[in-house]
């Protein structure tokens, strides 16, 4: 770590000062940044240094038509066993989705203020993760796929400015078990898969809302309803998910399916917080829908975490079709019992306790159940999408 922590130091004032060529072991023309500096040692780094994710079921083949779907968010590995974990390893189910803070990595202190650019913290807390009882439970029970949030990206509320995303991706990436495959090809960490013969074929997308987003703009008066921490920017150069990520997107949302998902770590739909959202980049928000619009993309419903509370909501008006999102979030970091929070395309109330989410698909009638279930199973909340 006192290596990385130096090279970093040193190319940051090094980057401004020296008027000529770096010479830097391992780098052969001047770096442009402390980021492009690091690139040299984490490519150096043996394979054994990252967490590895025990071993788990491989995707459904590409014809097996999906019929339930498990989501959920917000795992503290550090907690005790979780019961909404366990009560996702013990429902039958085709694939589960863990999307976002799926570890805390960031707790013990800030990675980019206190220099450590190897994220010890992030590794430890995979490794954590590993050895859970609940968490080996799930990964031998149902296939996987998954997206990052703030908190396993190593910088809470972080975009593209964070420094050491590039170890954080590779940690993401190798802990997974996606390094080598087409995700770990690129930056970021989105990718997409599709299952199901025509007629009954599902379209996952797991978005990136991290490596390549815009910084938020602060309130002007925190802990106002609306505003409580953030509120709507009007740069005209904002961005959620980069330019590479959007083109892809475009091309993903023209391949054939009758229901897609698209996976977003924070809220797509709702405008009533002053929290991480799609709201608080408006002009990118817009940009999503009209993507959806555009494309003639049939099926999206949204399916998000990262709010530490279960909400479903419905909006029309914004894609071509009604607009339904389901919001599956925590495991195990519950800050409250109840929540007042109203949007206006909000079904029933939130869900502050831990919970989990299901997508149930019938292909006969062409819908789509969204539920809310408490860490028990039980549902709690639960609405139909009529996708074809």
Not at 34 to 41: D, G, T, V, W
Not at 68 to 89: F, T, W
């Amino acid at each position: 770590m006192k290596r990385a922590i130096l090279l970093a130091s040193f190319i940051g004032l090094a980057a401004c000062q020296a008027p000529g060529p770096i010479s830097i072991p391992g780098i052969t023309k001047p770096p442009q940044s402390a980021e492009e500096a690091l690139e040299a040692y984490y490519r150096g780094l043996p394979d054994d240094y990252y967490p590895k994710a025990p071993d788990g079921l491989p995707l459904p083949s590409s014809d097996t038509a999906l019929t339930r779907i498990l989501v959920g968010s917000c795992l503290n590995e550090e907690k005790g066993d979780s019961e909404a974990m366990r009560s996702v390893a013990a429902t039958p189910a085709d694939l589960f989705l863990m999307i976002g803070d799926n570890v805390y990595g960031d707790q013990d202190g800030n990675a980019y203020r206190t220099g450590d650019a190897d994220l010890t913290e992030l590794r430890e807390s995979f490794a954590d993760l590993a050895a859970r009882p609940d968490f080996q439970a799930v990964r031998k029970a149902h296939p996987m796929m998954v997206a990052w949030d703030d908190h396993d990206y190593a910088l809470n509320d972080g975009g593209k400015h964070f420094a050491f995303r590039r170890q954080s991706e590779r940690i993401h990436e190798r802990f997974w078990g996606l390094a080598n495959k087409d995700v770990g090809a690129w930056p970021g960490t989105y990718y997409s898969r599709t299952f199901g013969p025509e007629g009954q074929r599902t379209q996952v997308i797991m978005l990136d809302t991290r490596y390549f987003r815009s910084d938020l703009t602060d309130t002007d008066s925190p802990g106002t309803p609306g505003k409580e921490r953030y509120m709507p920017s009007a740069d005209p150069n904002q961005d959620m998910l980069g330019n590479d990520q959007w083109t892809w997107l475009e091309n993903e949302l023209q391949k054939p399916a009758d229901l897609r998902l698209i996976v977003s770590s924070i809220q797509v739909i709702p405008t009533v917080h002053g929290w991480e959202a799609w709201s608080l980049l408006p002009e990118e928000q817009a940009r999503l829908y009209k993507l959806v619009g555009d494309t003639g993309a049939n099926g999206v419903v949204f399916v998000s975490g990262d709010r530490h509370t279960g909400f479903l909501y419905r909006k029309d008006g914004i894609l071509p079709y009604p607009a339904y999102e389901l919001t599956a979030s925590s495991f195990n970091v519950s800050y409250r019992d109840t929540s007042d929070e109203m949007d206006a395309a909000q079904i029933g109330a939130g869900y502050a306790k831990p919970n989990y989410g299901s997508l149930d698909i019938n292909w006969d009638e062409g819908t789509v159940t969204l539920a809310i279930h408490a860490s028990d199973g039980a549902t709690v909340e639960e609405t139909t999408d009529k996708f074809r």
